[in-house]
């Protein structure tokens, strides 16, 4: 099961607001051996919401999506995710008890909208001002506010994913070789490939800078034991064609 992320909001692609929920997803999500697969970021525009929900909710991924699910009018992700299921919207049970206890008669007649979501979803409990968000099939929808959000997530992967849960976390492991360049060495990593199917190797070519030569940043990531075979016979391969190294850092 792949795992991405919707982070919703035109403030973000603005430049009014800088976005934290990446960062701390892939910090939550490794905490648990898990990793990131893809994300993408929204505007809040219906069309675009409809579209990506339709694809996502097909693909059977586990999916967060952040933000959009309020009672404002620039809130279209609780419609949008009704739409994308082919189901209408219903206020929740539960969500009105929740609402209508924090806020007497002023939840009527607009923030009982927070509970108006997807007819047959899941309440996700909000710690802070208890406020839901919701669940349906793999894709959770949360609130764009970190302090509320980032619990919220925490507490649908461990009650609902823990089965997924890796018995430790990745770690990568990285080595700078001075001078290499991809095309010399497409043949080394292909075997590395090959022969540690169990780590992810990753690549990155730099110019240099003015105080490192031109170099590439090779990278093995996985469970420790794969990795470190896997950068153990990168580093002796490189070493035995002339490579200068760097020291192997872990991060």
Not at 35 to 60: E, I
Not at 78 to 87: F, G, I, N, P, S
Not at 204 to 225: V, W
Request: glycine share 8%; aromatic share 8%.
């Amino acid at each position: 099961m792949d795992i991405g992320a919707f982070i919703i909001g035109d403030e973000l692609l603005s430049g009014k607001r800088q976005d934290k929920h990446l960062p701390k997803l892939i910090e939550l999500l490794a905490a648990r051996g898990l990793k990131l697969a893809w994300a993408q970021y929204l505007g809040d525009n219906p069309a675009r919401l409809l579209a990506a929900l339709r694809h996502s909710l097909a693909s059977g991924d586990l999916v967060f999506s952040f933000g959009g699910i309020g009672a404002t009018p620039d809130d279209h992700t609780r419609a949008c995710a009704a739409a994308a299921l082919d189901v209408p919207l219903a206020i929740h049970p539960e969500g009105r008890l929740l609402v209508e206890g924090r806020f007497g008669e002023e939840a009527y007649p607009h923030r009982i909208n927070m509970v108006n979501i997807p007819e047959g979803s899941r309440l996700i409990p909000n710690p802070v001002n208890q406020m839901p968000g919701f669940s349906v099939h793999d894709h959770h929808f949360v609130p764009g506010f970190p302090s509320m959000a980032w619990p919220m997530v925490e507490w649908v992967l461990d009650t609902q994913y823990r089965h997924l849960f890796a018995p430790g976390a990745d770690i990568e492991l990285t080595v700078m070789a001075e001078h290499a360049r991809e095309g010399d060495l497409i043949d080394l990593m292909q075997q590395l490939v090959a022969e540690h199917p169990a780590a992810r190797l990753s690549s990155l070519p730099s110019f240099g800078t003015d105080t490192l030569p031109p170099h590439i940043e090779f990278g093995f990531t996985g469970q420790p034991d794969a990795a470190r075979a896997a950068m153990a016979a990168l580093t002796a391969g490189l070493q035995a064609k002339g490579y200068v190294l760097r020291e192997v850092r872990q991060r």
